[in-house]
């Protein structure tokens, strides 16, 4: 599909691959929701970005706020074409560390944001897309976010790795089961990305980062993400498969 004109939300859309997500499908002719719970830096965007972007206070966990947003987002847009699960954390804990056992806790909130929230914005926006008229061959388009954490988690990642593991397991049966409703799922994995999260490392240490990628030997850019789910959107061949978006990298055990 064309990504002119078409009504897309971005979660996690205040921030990083989410917020350069947004800019890139307004550039293009999008209307976008901007869904984070940042409400400072979504306003922001929001700001930035001008009439083509709306920005939408919602903590993707939540099923009644999901639902009553699909639903107001019904009336107000009339439809959902695009949905593009960006919300995520990445917090690092070993399960013998120094300072105890990983708390379960912990590793249930990962769990939460990264595989239940995704879950919840794409159950919701699915049902909403099967009601759109077919534009050419299809009605909607589901991008997930994994990481190489899903191939290759490091030391201390054994939650979010097993969060973006599900991720990739997710996109086979949901592209599986919503063929019949010419609704696509697309997922990315990306390796390094120089987001908030990374920026906020020292330089050398970013650096360091960059030069474990054999190529191109850097951090990938929020907007390469970017262009990579605006292909996913226009290339309707592209369905239940997962696309490393890592420069070759293959993440050691530390
Ligand atoms: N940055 C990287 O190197 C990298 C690598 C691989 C995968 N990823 C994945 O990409 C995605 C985006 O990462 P990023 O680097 O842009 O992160 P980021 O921290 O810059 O942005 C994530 C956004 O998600 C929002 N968020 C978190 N929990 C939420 C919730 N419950 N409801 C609504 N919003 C919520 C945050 O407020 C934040 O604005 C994440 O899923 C991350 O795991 C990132």
């Known amino acids: 599909m064309n990504i002119q004109g078409k009504v897309a939300v971005v979660t996690g859309g205040a921030s990083g691959l989410g917020a350069a997500t947004a800019s890139y499908f307004v550039a293009e002719g999008a209307q976008v929701v901007l869904v984070d719970m940042n409400a400072e830096q979504g306003q922001a965007m929001q700001a930035q970005l001008g009439s083509k972007a709306r920005f939408a206070q919602l903590d993707v966990t939540n099923e009644t706020q999901v639902e009553a947003f699909f639903q107001e987002l019904a009336h107000i847009e009339g439809r959902i074409d695009i949905l593009v699960n960006c919300a995520g954390i990445a917090p690092s804990a070993k399960v013998l560390g120094r300072d105890g056992l990983h708390s379960l806790d912990l590793f249930q909130k990962v769990l939460n944001i990264n595989v239940t929230g995704s879950f919840n914005m794409l159950r919701f926006a699915a049902q909403s897309m099967a009601q759109n008229q077919l534009d050419g061959e299809e009605r909607g ?38 063929a019949r409703d010419a609704i696509r799922v697309m997922t990315i994995a990306p390796g390094i ?41 226009e290339n309707s061949y592209l369905n239940g498969e997962v696309i490393r978006f890592d420069g070759a990298i293959r993440m050691a055990a530390k």
Not at 149 to 173: F, N
Not at 194 to 215: C, K, Y
Request: hydrophobic letters at 50%; glycine letters at 6%.
């Open 141 to 178: 388009l589901i991008i997930n976010t994994a990481s190489v954490a899903a191939y290759e988690g490091q030391i201390g990642q054994t939650a979010y790795a097993a969060s973006k593991g599900a991720i990739v397991s997710m996109t086979l049966p949901l592209a599986r089961e919503l």
């Open 193 to 233: 990305m120089h987001t908030p999260m990374i920026a906020a490392m020292p330089e050398h240490v970013q650096q360091a980062l960059g030069a474990m990628v054999p190529f191109p030997s850097r951090l990938a850019r929020p907007e390469e993400f970017a262009k990579l789910a605006g292909h996913i959107v």
